[in-house]
Each structure stands twice: as structure tokens, then as C-alpha cells.
């Protein structure tokens, strides 16, 4: 009998930068959309939108890209301040985390014998990180990478928000809210279906989620711009 190959594809590695990246795309469009529409809605010319949707983009860029770094970096924080405390206790109390690691995988659905086996081989292959991995919840497939998505982040806005950028460019003046917001509801759409693609979710879900808000986002930001907008013509 010929022995088959078993091969599984899992997505959880693709955690930390797929979320950066869809986070900001979706940013990036969104909120360089809403901009536009919003300073288009007040009556501004296409110089000035322009220069709105320009200054955004960039703007926007570093900001994701601070944001993101300063918010995963204290998560990469958190993660190394446990570590360090787990790392003292098992040098401190090692027969006291051999029980509580047992006990984790008691309560897993493993019978007392077998935990005990499992538990001492993993204590004495790398106590450090069976803890880290089985108590803590950190793994090296899901630790956070701050410089990775900052530069995921803001790499992934830009690609965004050039889209009603250019869109603007491209239009006439008196359509440039109807077009940029039509083309940008179809930007996200695929990019919801792109990234339930990449994480292994519904396609129809994923784009229906990102389209209606970024939708709503448009349509407040336009009736503001519409409210406050002043006709100096």
C-alpha cells in the first residue's frame, strides 16, 4: 500500500501581518475616501481635493505606521514581562510549575499519568517555552513583530489611499463625489474578499462587512462636508 503524503495549510501564521495589512487598506481607502468626498461634498475645487487626499495619504501613512508600532510594542512588552516572570518562577519553584503545567493538560482532557509523562518531557526538553506556549498562550507563529506591522501598516494605507486619490485625479470636477465614492465600495469589496481569502474566511462575509462601512463612513463624512460646506461663488 503506497503511504500518502498529508499536507494541512493553516492561516494562524498569517495573523500578525494579515491584520496590519487589511487594517490598513481598509484605513487607507476609507478614510482617504471619506476625505475627499467630504471636502469635495463643501464645494472645493480639484486643486483642493487634491491636496486633501494627497495630504491624508501621507498623514495617514506615518500615522498608522506610529500607531501600530507603539500599540504592538506594548503587547511585545506584556509578552517578555511574562516570559521573565515565568522564567524566574521555574528556576525558583520548578517542581511547583512541573504540577501547574500537569494540571494544564489535566484539564485538557489528558488522564493524570499521561500529563505527568508529557509535562516532564517537555519541562526537561524547554520548560520556558511548553509554559510560554501552554499557560502563557505565546507562541513564536502569533508573537507580536512591532517593526513588521508598522511597516506592513503603512505600506498597505498608501497602496489604500492612492486608490480615490487617483480616482479624483481622473474625474471631472462636479462627479468626483458620485465616482470616488462608487469606485471606493468597490475597492472594498475586494479587498474584504482578498483578506477573507488570505485568512481562510467566507469571501461574501469579508467584503460585505468592509463595504458597509466604509459606506457608512462615507456617507457621514459627506453630509458633514455638505452641512458646513460655504458657497463663496
Known amino acids: ?9 493553516h492561516m494562524v501564521h498569517r495573523i500578525g501581518w494579515l491584520r496590519a495589512a487589511v487594517l490598513g487598506a481598509n484605513d ?13 461634498a463643501a464645494g472645493s475645487g480639484s486643486t483642493e481635493i487634491l491636496i486633501a487626499g494627497l495630504a491624508g495619504l501621507v498623514a495617514g501613512a506615518m500615522s498608522m505606521a506610529a500607531g501600530e508600532y507603539v500599540s504592538v510594542s506594548s503587547q511585545t512588552d506584556a509578552e517578555n514581562a511574562d516570559l521573565a516572570r515565568e522564567k524566574r518562577e521555574l528556576a525558583e519553584t520548578p517542581q511547583a510549575e512541573l504540577r501547574e503545567l500537569t494540571q494544564i493538560y489535566v484539564d485538557r482532557g489528558l488522564d493524570r499519568e499521561l500529563a505527568e509523562r508529557v509535562a516532564a518531557q517537555l519541562t526537561q ?13 505565546i507562541s513564536e507563529t502569533v508573537t507580536a513583530r512591532p517593526v513588521q506591522a508598522a511597516i506592513v501598516s503603512a505600506l498597505t494605507f498608501a497602496a489604500g489611499a492612492v486608490v480615490p486619490v487617483l480616482v479624483a485625479l481622473a474625474s471631472p470636477a462636479d462627479k468626483i463625489s458620485i465616482i470616488v465614492a462608487a469606485s471606493t465600495l468597490v475597492a472594498l469589496a475586494i479587498l474584504g474578499s482578498l483578506g ?38
Open 1 to 9: 500500500m503506497s503511504r500518502l503524503s498529508h499536507s494541512e495549510i
Open 28 to 40: 487607507g481607502i476609507v478614510s482617504t475616501s471619506s476625505l475627499v468626498v467630504g471636502v469635495a
Open 125 to 137: 526538553r524547554n520548560a520556558l517555552s511548553a509554559h510560554a506556549r501552554d499557560e502563557l498562550g
Open 196 to 233: 477573507a481569502t488570505a485568512g481562510g474566511a467566507g469571501v461574501v462575509r469579508g467584503a460585505a462587512r468592509v463595504t458597509f462601512w466604509g459606506a457608512l463612513a462615507m456617507g457621514v463624512t459627506a453630509a458633514v462636508g455638505t452641512m458646513f460646506g460655504v458657497d463663496v461663488g
